[in-house]
C-alpha cells in the first residue's frame, strides 16, 4: 500500500552494516564514482567529496560536497522504478515549495530535467538540509503545533494543484472494511500454505487473524466517521521519516509520491498520530488537539466534523492496513528488525488509539465546537 511506504531507516552516513560485503562495497564506491561524474556532466556541479548518505527505503541515497562547500543530497533509484513517477512526485514537491512550504530546492538538470541517467543509475538532486533530523523521535512540545501548521499550510496549497480540486467521497473509501477483509484473507491464505515457525512471519500471521477476528468492530468504528470525507491532492507519504524538523521547528517535508487524491484529514492522522509519538506520549490526545488547532488556523477550508474525526481515521485506517504483516510473505528481504519494531509498535498503537478514541474525541469537540 502505496501510503504505508515510508519505512524506519537503518543506518546511517557513512556506516556500512555487518551484512555488506566486499562486493557491496565495491559496488557502492563504483555507484558514488558514477554520481560524481553525472553531477559534473548533468548538474554543473562539480564534486569534491560523495559519500554514502541516509538510507532510503528504496533507493540508495548520497551526499556530495561541491567545490563551494555546499552540500547536495543524491537520490538513486533502482532499475525498473517508474521515473516519470518519480518526475510528478518532485514536480508535486516544488509546487508545495513554490507555495511557501518547507520542501528542499530541487536541481534541475542543464536540460531542465529533474532526473539525470548514465552509466546504469538514474538520480535526482536536491539541496541537502542541514541540521535537521527526521520525526522518528516522536512528536512532543511546540513540535505539535508546528507540524498542524505546516501540514494545514501545505493542503491548502496543494488543494490548487492542477491535478483537480478537493471533492467528496464516501468514508468507506477512505477506510475500505471490504477491502481489509479480502487482504487479510489472502494473507492467511498464504500463510497458511508455508506456515511460519517463527520470529516476524509468525507473529505477523497471528496478528493477521487477531485483526480479521476484529473487523466487526473495524466496521463499527468506522460508522462513527462522517459520511463522506474531503479528498484532494496531499503529500501522499508524509510519515516520520519524511518529516525533519531543526529544534521545535518543521525544517522540510521530503519523497512526495505522485500526486492522488487522499483525505487530509487521514494524513494530518497520519503523522501526528504516528505510532513512536502515540506509544512515547501518554498527553498524546492534548498534542493531537494543539495539531489540529494550529492545522485548523492554516487550512480553515476543512470542515472541523472531518478534524474531529482525525483520530478515528486514523485508528480505522490501521485496523484496515494489512502493513507491514504483509510483508512477511509478499517481500521477506523487506523484513529488516527495524521493520519488524515498527509493526509491534504499529500494533500497539492501534490498541492505544483504540482504547482511548472517546477521551480524544471529546478533547477535540471542546476545541472545535
Given at each position: 500500500?502505496?501510503?504505508d511506504?515510508?519505512?524506519p531507516?537503518?543506518g546511517s552516513?557513512?556506516v556500512?552494516?555487518e551484512?555488506f ?5 565495491n559496488?557502492a564506491?563504483?555507484?558514488m564514482t558514477?554520481v560524481?561524474?553525472?553531477l559534473?556532466?548533468f548538474?554543473?556541479?562539480v564534486?569534491?567529496?560523495v559519500?554514502e548518505?541516509?538510507a532510503g527505503t528504496?533507493?540508495?541515497n548520497y551526499?556530495?560536497?561541491d567545490?563551494?562547500?555546499g ?10 522504478t ?5 518526475r510528478?512526485a518532485?514536480e508535486?514537491?516544488?509546487f508545495a ?7 528542499p530546492?530541487?536541481?534541475q538538470t542543464l536540460?531542465g530535467?529533474?532526473?539525470a541517467a548514465?552509466?546504469?543509475?538514474a538520480v535526482?538532486?536536491a ?6 533530523e527526521t ?14 501548521e ?5 493542503h491548502r496549497?496543494?488543494a490548487?494543484y ?7 467521497v464516501?468514508?468507506?473509501e477512505?477506510c475500505?472494511?471490504k ?6 484473507d ?6 497458511a500454505?508455508?506456515?511460519?515457525a517463527?520470529?516476524f512471519p509468525a507473529w ?6 487477531r485483526?480479521?477476528d476484529?473487523l466487526?468492530?473495524a466496521a463499527?468504528m468506522?460508522?462513527g466517521?462522517?459520511t463522506?470525507?474531503t ?16 529544534g ?10 505522485p ?8 494524513e494530518?492522522g497520519?503523522?501526528a ?10 498527553t498524546w490526545p492534548?498534542?493531537?488537539a494543539?495539531a489540529?488547532a494550529a492545522y485548523?488556523?492554516?487550512?480553515p477550508?476543512?470542515p472541523a466534523?472531518?478534524?474531529?474525526a482525525v ?7 490501521m485496523a484496515?492496513?494489512?502493513?507491514p504483516?504483509?510483508?512477511?510473505v509478499?517481500d ?10 515498527y509493526?509491534?509498535n504499529?500494533h ?6 483504540c482504547e ?9 469537540h471542546?476545541?472545535?465546537?
Amino acid at each position: 500500500m502505496t501510503p504505508d511506504r515510508a519505512q524506519p531507516r537503518p543506518g546511517s552516513a557513512g556506516v556500512w552494516p555487518e551484512r555488506f560485503t566486499d562486493h557491496h562495497l565495491n559496488r557502492a564506491e563504483s555507484d558514488m564514482t558514477v554520481v560524481a561524474g553525472i553531477l559534473t556532466l548533468f548538474y554543473r556541479i562539480v564534486p569534491t567529496a560523495v559519500a554514502e548518505g541516509p538510507a532510503g527505503t528504496t533507493t540508495r541515497n548520497y551526499v556530495a560536497r561541491d567545490s563551494d562547500g555546499g552540500r547536495w543530497f543524491v537520490k538513486a533509484y533502482p532499475a525498473g522504478t517508474d521515473l516519470d513517477a518519480e518526475r510528478r512526485a518532485l514536480e508535486l514537491g516544488q509546487f508545495a515549495r513554490l507555495g511557501g512550504i518547507p520542501v528542499p530546492m530541487e536541481r534541475q538538470t542543464l536540460d531542465g530535467d529533474l532526473i539525470a541517467a548514465a552509466g546504469g543509475l538514474a538520480v535526482s538532486v536536491a539541496a541537502y538540509v542541514e541540521n535537521a533530523e527526521t520525526a522518528e523521535g516522536g512528536l512532543s512540545g511546540d513540535r505539535w503545533a508546528a507540524v498542524g501548521e505546516t501540514v494545514g499550510r501545505l493542503h491548502r496549497t496543494l488543494a490548487r494543484y492542477p491535478a483537480g480540486p478537493p471533492r467528496r467521497v464516501p468514508a468507506r473509501e477512505v477506510c475500505d472494511v471490504k477491502r481489509a477483509r479480502q487482504r487479510l484473507d489472502r494473507l492467511l491464505s498464504l500463510f497458511a500454505k508455508r506456515p511460519p515457525a517463527s520470529g516476524f512471519p509468525a507473529w505477523a500471521r497471528e496478528i493477521a487473524a487477531r485483526r480479521l477476528d476484529a473487523l466487526p468492530a473495524a466496521a463499527a468504528m468506522v460508522k462513527g466517521l462522517p459520511t463522506s470525507l474531503t479528498v484532494q491532492t496531499v503529500h501522499g507519504d508524509l510519515a516520520s521519516p519524511n518529516l525533519l524538523l531543526r529544534g521545535q521547528q518543521v525544517a522540510a517535508l521530503i519523497d512526495f509520491r505522485p500526486p492522488g487524491h487522499r483525505s487530509p484529514a487521514w494524513e494530518l492522522g497520519r503523522i501526528a498520530l504516528d505510532p513512536r509519538t502515540v506509544l512515547a506520549q501518554p498527553t498524546w490526545p492534548m498534542g493531537l488537539a494543539e495539531a489540529v488547532a494550529a492545522y485548523r488556523a492554516a487550512n480553515p477550508a476543512l470542515p472541523a466534523e472531518e478534524l474531529l474525526a482525525v483520530p478515528r481515521l486514523a485508528a480505522g485506517y490501521m485496523a484496515c492496513s494489512v502493513y507491514p504483516l504483509a510483508e512477511a510473505v509478499d517481500d521477506p528481504a523487506a523484513v529488516t528488525p527495524e521493520l519488524a519494531a515498527y509493526g509491534h509498535n504499529r500494533h500497539a498503537a492501534m490498541a492505544e488509539l483504540c482504547e482511548r478514541l472517546t477521551e480524544a474525541e471529546e478533547v477535540l469537540h471542546d476545541l472545535l465546537h
